[in-house]
């Protein structure tokens, strides 16, 4: 996300979870451009980015021989 201006007028509620999903692992990363975390409700921001990658995998069953790869890996999703 990319904004020439962005300004809260309430403190945002955000939360990031990964629940119930046996049988797999996930990441996530989150990388900001002058947006402090937290943010302060009224301030206005400028020039802002927000980039977030998410990625998760199936783990691999006892026996498979299928290459495992990295959900960290960043080669192919990476958002620059």
């Given at each position: 996300?990319?904004?020439?201006?962005?300004?809260?007028?309430?403190p945002?509620?955000?939360?990031?979870?990964?629940?119930?999903?046996?049988?797999?692992?996930?990441?996530?990363?989150?990388?900001?451009?002058?947006?402090?975390?937290?943010?302060?409700?009224?301030?206005?921001?400028?020039?802002?980015?927000?980039?977030?990658?998410?990625?998760?995998?199936?783990?691999?069953?006892?026996?498979?021989?299928?290459?495992e790869a990295?959900?960290?890996?960043?080669?192919?999703?990476?958002?620059?």
């Amino acid at each position: 996300m990319e904004a020439e201006r962005l300004r809260f007028e309430e403190p945002p509620e955000t939360e990031v979870r990964f629940d119930g999903t046996p049988g797999r692992e996930s990441v996530s990363r989150g990388r900001r451009r002058n947006l402090p975390d937290p943010v302060t409700h009224g301030v206005e921001y400028e020039d802002v980015r927000v980039d977030y990658l998410l990625a998760s995998r199936l783990r691999r069953s006892e026996g498979s021989e299928d290459r495992e790869a990295d959900p960290t890996d960043r080669t192919a999703t990476d958002p620059e």
